[in-house]
T-cell receptor, first 115, second 114 residues
């Protein structure tokens, strides 16, 4: 039972354009969502997060949008840069005392930004 | 120096062998986690520990055991390795406490069971 799904295994965009990575979830108890980025031969690194009380969170070139009614979140990268090429994981947590402690991950999306 | 280190980085072993993967952290975090990554499946939680005396099973704990030797050390053992345990294994830490709890990952251990 895959509670967090990233339906696109890969995405290719041109440098300078917008990258949009999507994630869907099924568990209505999830209340905290994160995006991690992973380069080859490295562990995932935290990128950006959003609490369910918000519908948007922005950090520089990265913006995460949350649509609770659709159980959908997306990560927008504008403008995309070649260094953004990596695997992006969506993750969710049911929170409780500490949001983010028990994470459920999606399958990942390989983003390739072409110069 | 890396905040979260894992040893070994790569390991090839045979079916039935006992294997231990080690994780150390210098971040001073109370919480530590073990995940495995399989192609197309993302990361799955094996075990987690919220402090030295607290060990909890994750989604896929069967065939694995853990030991939290100290706040900074959390090891994962495969008592009798089998080929479908071939995967990339990640250790992670987090600070805990009230509020958001970002996890920080080690570089991973690639394990192959023949």
């Amino acid at each position: 039972d895959q509670q967090v799904k990233q339906n696109s295994p890969s995405l290719s965009v041109q440098e300078g354009r917008i990258s949009i990575l999507n994630c869907d979830y099924t568990n209505s108890m999830f209340d905290y969502f994160l995006w991690y980025k992973k380069y080859p031969a490295e562990g995932p690194t935290f990128l950006i997060s959003i609490s369910s009380i918000k519908d948007k969170n922005e950090d520089g070139r990265f913006t995460v949008f949350l649509n609770k009614s659709a159980k959908h979140l997306s990560l927008h990268i504008v403008p995309s840069q070649p260094g953004d090429s990596a695997v992006y994981f969506c993750a969710a947590s049911a929170g409780g005392e500490t949001s983010g402690s028990r994470l459920t991950f999606g399958e990942g999306t390989q983003l390739t930004v072409n110069p | 120096d890396a905040d979260v280190t894992q040893t070994p980085r790569n390991r090839i072993t045979k079916t039935g062998k006992r294997i231990m993967l080690e994780c150390s952290q210098t971040k001073g975090h109370d919480r530590m986690y073990w995940y495995r990554q399989d192609p197309g499946l993302g990361l799955q939680l094996i075990y987690y520990s919220f402090d030295v005396k607290d060990i909890n099973k994750g989604e896929i704990s069967d065939g694995y055991s853990v030991s939290r030797q100290a706040q900074a050390k959390f090891s994962l053992s495969l008592e009798s390795a089998i080929p479908n345990q071939t995967a990339l294994y990640f250790c992670a830490t987090s600070e805990g406490g009230v509020g958001t709890d970002t996890q920080y990952f080690g570089p991973g251990t690639r394990l192959t069971v023949l």
